[in-house]
């Protein structure tokens, strides 16, 4: 690897961004290839990648989750190789709120003995410290000039989250302690989030995911639109915004809360999709009995859609239109495959470049039904 060609900043061993060598047309080149070889059944309805320009490549990563680790004298925060935490406090593709706050709390927690921090998690402007600790111990550090500090960055809500077990899975329910300023953040559009709801990290680029979406599915008040793993309600904002009926679906507490807020005229439902197929399912039979359109917005992790949740599709719910957006070509591929084997038809797939300078991609499928009641 030529460090001469890497950012400032930028950790040569730091394995996060594998695209950052590219010039912007070889990473997209690269990305298009492999949509293109993933779901090369319909590359005749694959379009151009939709990617930010070379300037937005940078600086735009706003909600990380960082390990930490204690070096005897400060905190390094990065990402974990076996069992070592590979600092990039200056990381390029971090936005700047990101390294500010890595530069100004290296130096000021408590040293691990006092403070068993695990974790740092920056959800745009709500930052949470993960901590293995079951209950949370005092916090002189906390100064009121650190409190500015951290305000001035653009920090609106700080957290101590005691959570002893903290490993893959981050957060618990309970151990929670807002140190200071608000529970709750607004994003661009005045959507709001809290410190972990999941975030696109371009949030422009998802909002024209949506509007693709929106124009396909031609929502209205004659539409009802089951929203599957719906997040804080950024998508059933806009179809109820448009007068439709809304159901979602979502596992997490925290991000239904927002979405309740979000659009409060829709009905949300927490659990997994698949176990929630049964009220969903009566919900869509009322709505198609009282003359309603049925559609389907999903965007699912990236295991994609659980086999009992497609064959509801396919079976019971019957959409007449999809917009799946994914974040797994490969998994899309399959769910798409199955679509098509079961009466419907791939109409385009756009993929998106939600991740720059990595090798990651996006992809939106506008899907319908070729069959007419």
Same mark, same amino acid.
């Given at each position: 690897? !030529?460090?001469?060609?890497?950012? !400032?900043?930028?950790?040569?061993?730091?394995?996060?961004?594998?695209?950052? %060598?590219?010039?912007?047309?070889?990473?997209? *080149?690269?990305?298009?290839?492999?949509?293109?070889?993933?779901?090369?059944?319909?590359?005749?309805?694959?379009?151009?990648?939709? @990617?930010?320009?070379?300037?937005?490549?940078?600086?735009?990563?706003?909600?990380?989750?960082?390990?930490?680790?204690? $070096?005897?004298?400060?905190?390094?925060?990065?990402?974990?190789?076996?069992?070592?935490?590979?600092?990039?406090?200056?990381? #390029?593709?971090?936005?700047?709120?990101?390294?500010?706050?890595?530069?100004?709390? =290296?130096?000021?927690? #408590?040293?691990?003995?006092?403070?068993?921090?695990?974790?740092?998690?920056? !959800?745009?402007?709500?930052?949470? +410290?993960?901590?293995?600790?079951?209950?949370?111990?005092?916090? *002189?550090?906390?100064?009121? %000039?650190?409190?500015?500090?951290?305000?001035?960055?653009?920090?609106?809500?700080?957290?101590?989250?005691?959570?002893?077990?903290?490993?893959?899975?981050? /957060?618990?329910?309970?151990?929670?302690?807002?140190?200071?300023?608000?529970?709750?953040?607004?994003?661009?559009?005045?959507?709001?989030? &809290?410190?972990?709801?999941?975030?696109?990290?371009?949030?422009?680029?998802?909002?024209?995911?949506?509007?693709?979406?929106? &124009?396909? +599915?031609?929502?209205?008040?004659? =539409?009802?639109?089951?929203?599957?793993?719906?997040?804080?309600?950024? =998508?059933?904002?806009?179809?109820?915004? $448009?007068?439709?009926?809304?159901?979602?679906?979502?596992?997490? &507490?925290?991000?239904?809360?927002?979405?309740?807020? $979000?659009?409060?005229?829709?009905?949300?439902?927490?659990? !997994?999709?698949?176990?929630?197929?049964?009220?969903?399912?009566?919900?869509?039979? %009322?709505?198609? @009995?009282?003359?309603?359109?049925? /559609?389907?917005?999903?965007? #699912?992790?990236?295991?994609?859609?659980?086999?009992?949740?497609?064959?509801?599709?396919?079976?019971?719910?019957?959409?007449?239109?999809?917009?799946?957006?994914?974040?797994?070509? &490969?998994?899309? @591929?399959?769910?798409?495959?199955?679509?098509?084997? $079961?009466?419907?038809?791939?109409?385009?797939?756009?993929?998106?470049? /939600?991740?720059?300078?990595?090798?990651?991609?996006?992809?939106?499928?506008?899907? %319908? @039904?070729?069959?007419?009641?």
């Amino acid at each position: 690897m !030529s460090l001469k060609i890497l950012k !400032s900043g930028c950790n040569p061993r730091c394995r996060g961004c594998s695209h950052r %060598e590219f010039t912007l047309e070889q990473s997209l *080149h690269q990305k298009q290839g492999f949509v293109s070889k993933v779901l090369n059944q319909w590359n005749d309805r694959i379009n151009p990648i939709i @990617s930010p320009q070379e300037d937005q490549r940078w600086g735009y990563r706003t909600s990380v989750t960082l390990a930490a680790e204690w $070096n005897g004298q400060h905190w390094l925060f990065g990402t974990k190789s076996m069992d070592e935490v590979i600092p990039i406090h200056n990381c #390029p593709v971090h936005h700047p709120i990101v390294n500010r706050t890595i530069e100004v709390l =290296s130096s000021v927690l #408590p040293e691990y003995s006092n403070f068993r921090l695990a974790y740092l998690v920056l !959800s745009k402007a709500q930052c949470t +410290l993960i901590v293995k600790q079951k209950e949370l111990k005092p916090t *002189h550090w906390l100064t009121d %000039e650190l409190k500015e500090t951290l305000q001035n960055i653009g920090i609106e809500g700080f957290w101590i989250h005691c959570n002893p077990s903290a490993g893959r899975r981050l /957060f618990e329910k309970g151990g929670w302690s807002l140190l200071f300023g608000q529970h709750r953040s607004r994003d661009l559009v005045g959507l709001v989030y &809290g410190p972990a709801s999941f975030q696109q990290q371009i949030q422009w680029l998802y909002l024209e995911t949506l509007a693709k979406a929106e &124009g396909f +599915l031609n929502t209205s008040p004659n =539409s009802a639109v089951v929203d599957l793993y719906c997040g804080t309600g950024t =998508s059933s904002a806009r179809w109820v915004k $448009n007068g439709a009926s809304v159901i979602g679906v979502e596992t997490g &507490g925290e991000a239904l809360e927002c979405a309740g807020v $979000n659009a409060p005229e829709a009905i949300f439902l927490r659990g !997994s999709a698949r176990l929630r197929v049964p009220q969903i399912n009566s919900w869509v039979d %009322e709505m198609r @009995s009282n003359g309603y359109e049925i /559609f389907l917005y999903t965007n #699912p992790p990236r295991t994609g859609m659980e086999p009992e949740v497609l064959q509801w599709i396919v079976t019971q719910g019957k959409p007449q239109r999809i917009a799946y957006l994914s974040c797994s070509p &490969g998994t899309l @591929s399959k769910n798409l495959n199955f679509l098509s084997q $079961n009466g419907y038809r791939v109409v385009e797939i756009t993929p998106y470049d /939600f991740f720059p300078n990595t090798h990651h991609i996006e992809c939106l499928a506008l899907v %319908e @039904s070729e069959i007419i009641d």
